[in-house]
């Protein structure tokens, strides 16, 4: 009974990132749009920047859940978070400077993709840097 209920979370946290995704796909498409008709970049950079961190953090409510469960007191992992988190955060926030000033790109990227990827990574690392300590 409790792997079927089991498979019934999973089966609905699957449900529920897929249609973020879906989501997330549709709107970008409308920003992009409406920015490519007013020439006003800075929603399109905004979304593309900030929605792929929340989409990140989707992905890692499942063990923020199962921390909840858990005993103890809760921690913040600051060497994972620095480390890890800075690069991230630089990385996935580097287009949303660009609107205003020419930034430093890294590893010489002029596509978005690496920035969406490092905002879902970003997302991800905050919700798992926060551990419970019994």
Do not use: N
């Not at 079927?4 to 609905?12: C, M, Q, S, V």
């Not at 699957?14 to 997330?24: E, G, H, K, N």
């Not at 199962?66 to 992992?77: R, T, V, Y």
């Amino acid at each position: 009974m409790r792997s079927f209920k089991r498979f019934g979370i999973l089966l609905g946290y699957t449900v529920l990132l897929f249609a973020a995704m879906y989501a997330y796909q549709l709107f970008e498409m409308h920003v992009r749009q409406v920015a490519q008709t007013t020439f006003d970049m800075l929603p399109y950079i905004v979304h593309s920047t900030f929605a792929p961190m929340i989409l990140g953090l989707l992905f890692g409510l499942p063990r923020m859940l199962e921390m909840q469960q858990k005993p103890g007191k809760w921690q913040i992992d600051w060497l994972k978070l620095l480390v890890l988190g800075i690069p991230f955060c630089y990385c996935a926030t580097v287009f949303l400077s660009a609107v205003y000033i020419q930034p430093f790109f890294p590893f010489g990227f002029e596509t978005q993709w690496l920035s969406k990827i490092c905002g879902v990574a970003f997302g991800y690392l905050l919700l798992t840097s926060f551990t419970k300590k019994t």
